[in-house]
C-alpha cells in the first residue's frame, strides 16, 4: 500500500492526507476529525425479530459491546458478534445516537471533507475525480441501477492499466463509499463487465438510519482492509463470465454438431434456463449416441457427469478436475452458467505466465555471460558502485549501469546506438520488476515481443558461446 504521511492532527484535515494517499477509514479516524465523540452510544437495531444491540465508542475508536464489554476496530465485526450473525455491514447498522444517522454517513462526511481542502502540499488531483465518481457509483447503487464496467474500464479510474499494486487502494476507495464489485473485480478477467453495488447487489436497500433490516442481510466483513493479501489464480481469472453457447435438452443433435464446428468446441452445455445445466454434449459422447442410434437427438448424447464451479474458485484446487474431466462449467456471482473453463484454457494461461520467465532467464544469462566473457569482476564492481563478488549477483541494473558506462561498451564493440539499447534495457527492467510481483493479470504481448527481440539480438552480437 501507498506510504501514508500525516499532516496535521484533529479535525478532517488531519486525515487527508491518509484518505488521498488511500486506505480504508476506521472510526478512529471519525473520532481524530472530531466527526464523533469517544463515549458517543451506537444503536443496531433488526426490526424484523424485534432485537437492539448497543454499543460505545471508546476514546481509542474502538466500539464497546454494552451487553459484554468486548471491543472491536471493526464496525461490521462488532455487529457480527452483537446479533450472532455470519455477516453484516456494520458502517450501515449502527446508528450514531446523538446525531440520527448512520457510521457510514459520517465516513461520507470525512470523505468530503478531505476532497475538498485545497491547501494541502502535494495534493493528487486524480483524487477528487476518484471520489466523485464513487460517490455517483453509490447514488446509483442505492438507486438500484448499479454503474456497470469491465473490470479493464474500473482501473482506468484510478489511472491504472492492470491490477497491480494499487489493488489495496482500489479496495479501499470502493470501501470507503460503501461499494463492491460484482463479481470480484479481483477474481474475473479485465474485460469482464462487474456492477457497482452494495454488499451485496441489492442487500442493504432496506437500510434506513432507523436500524436496517433482519436476518437475510449478508454482507462480507471487511474489517478495515488488514488482510489486503490476495495472489491467487482464479477460476474467473480464464473466464470472461460473458455466457456460454448451449443447446437445449430437446434439441436436435446436428445444431450442436454444427455450432461444435463452428466454434472449435470440444463440448458444448445443454442448458434448460442459465441455472438448470443438464450436462454436455462432447464429441465423444455423441459418437457413442450415433453409433447406439442413427437418429440420436441431443437427449440421446447428454453426458449428465460435469463439474460446476464457481467464478472465484481457487485455479489449483480444479486442476485434478480438469485433468479428468477437461472442463468445467463456471458460475457466476449469481448461481447462472456464465462461463467454461478447459485444459486448452489453463495450458494457455500458464504459457503466458512461463514465457516471460524464460524469456527474462535467457536475457540474464545472456547478459551475465556477456560481462564475464568481456571484463573482470573488480572492474564491474567499480562501476556497479557496490560490493558484489561475484557475476552471478549482478542484477539487471547492474548490467545497465556497466553497459551505458562509455568505455566498456566500446571495448563490446557492438555496432548498435547505445541510448537506444540501454533506453530499451531500462524498459526490459520495468518489465521484469512487474513479472516477479505475480500480478494475475497477463503480461501485454507488446512486453513479451520486446523480450523475445532482446533476446535475439543478444544472441547475434552476444560471439561464440
Known amino acids: 500500500m501507498t506510504a501514508q504521511v500525516e499532516v496535521g492532527r484533529g479535525g478532517a484535515g488531519g486525515r487527508a492526507r491518509y484518505l488521498i494517499d488511500g486506505r480504508r477509514v476506521t472510526v478512529a479516524d471519525l473520532v481524530e476529525a472530531g466527526l464523533v465523540q469517544a463515549g458517543a452510544k451506537l444503536r443496531f437495531t433488526r426490526n424484523r425479530i424485534g432485537e437492539i444491540h448497543q454499543a460505545t465508542i471508546t476514546e481509542q475508536g474502538r466500539i464497546r459491546l454494552d451487553s459484554d464489554g468486548e471491543e472491536f476496530r471493526s464496525p461490521s465485526r462488532a455487529a457480527m458478534v452483537a446479533a450472532g450473525m455470519r455477516a453484516v455491514d456494520g458502517w450501515r447498522v449502527w446508528l450514531v445516537v446523538d446525531q440520527d444517522r448512520l457510521l457510514d454517513a459520517v465516513r461520507q462526511e470525512l470523505l468530503d471533507q478531505a476532497i475538498s481542502e485545497g491547501d494541502r502540499p502535494h495534493r493528487d488531483t486524480a483524487r477528487p475525480s476518484v471520489h466523485e465518481r464513487l460517490r455517483q457509483a453509490r447514488q446509483r447503487a442505492e438507486a438500484r441501477e448499479p454503474e456497470r464496467v469491465t473490470v479493464r474500464e474500473l482501473l482506468t479510474y ?30 474475473v478477467t479485465l474485460d469482464t463487465v462487474v456492477a457497482l453495488t452494495l454488499p451485496p447487489d441489492g442487500a442493504e436497500g432496506s437500510l434506513t438510519a432507523e436500524g436496517a433490516g433482519g436476518d437475510d442481510i449478508r454482507i462480507v466483513d471487511e474489517d478495515e482492509g488488514d488482510d489486503d493479501l490476495n495472489v491467487r489464480l482464479t ?5 470472461p463470465l460473458a455466457g456460454v453457447e448451449f443447446v437445449k435438452p430437446d434439441g436436435a443433435l446436428v445444431e450442436a454438431i454444427t455450432k461444435m464446428t463452428l466454434n472449435d468446441y470440444s463440448q458444448l452445455a445443454v442448458l434448460n434456463g442459465t441455472r438448470n445445466l443438464r450436462g454436455a454434449v462432447t464429441w465423444r459422447s455423441i459418437a457413442r449416441a450415433l453409433q447406439r442410434k442413427p437418429d440420436a437427438s441431443v437427449a440421446d448424447a447428454i453426458d449428465p457427469q460435469v463439474e460446476v464451479v464457481s467464478y472465484d474458485r481457487d485455479l ?58 568481456n ?91
Not at 329 to 347: M, N, P, Q, Y
Open 316 to 373: 489449483f484446487e480444479i486442476l485434478p478436475v480438469l485433468q479428468k474431466r477437461d472442463f468445467v462449467f463456471v458460475l457466476d456471482e449469481t448461481k447462472a452458467i456464465k462461463g467454461i473453463v478447459t485444459t486448452a484454457d489453463v495450458a494457455h494461461r500458464y504459457g503466458e505466465m512461463a514465457t516471460p520467465f524464460f524469456q527474462l532467464g535467457e536475457l540474464d544469462q545472456t547478459l551475465r555471460w556477456v560481462l564475464r566473457r
Open 375 to 465: 571484463f573482470d569482476i573488480d572492474t564491474v564492481r567499480s562501476i556497479c558502485g557496490r560490493p558484489t563478488t561475484s557475476f552471478e549477483r549482478l542484477t539487471i541494473g547492474d548490467y545497465q549501469r556497466v553497459l551505458e558506462h562509455d568505455a566498456m561498451w566500446r571495448r563490446l564493440g557492438w555496432p548498435l546506438d547505445r541510448a537506444t539499447f540501454i533506453a530499451r534495457l531500462n524498459e526490459i527492467r520495468a518489465i521484469r520488476n512487474k513479472i516477479m510481483h505475480f500480478h494475475p493479470d497477463p503480461i501485454p504481448e507488446d512486453a513479451v515481443d520486446k523480450l523475445r527481440m532482446f533476446n535475439r539480438l543478444l544472441r547475434d552480437y552476444r560471439g561464440p558461446t
Open 235 to 239: 477460476v474467473g481469472n480464464l473466464s
Open 158 to 187: 484510478w489511472g491504472a492499466e492492470d491490477r497491480g499494486d494499487q489493488v489495496s487502494q482500489i479496495e479501499a476507495d470502493l470501501a470507503n463509499h460503501g461499494l463492491v464489485t460484482s463479481p470480484s473485480f479481483r477474481a
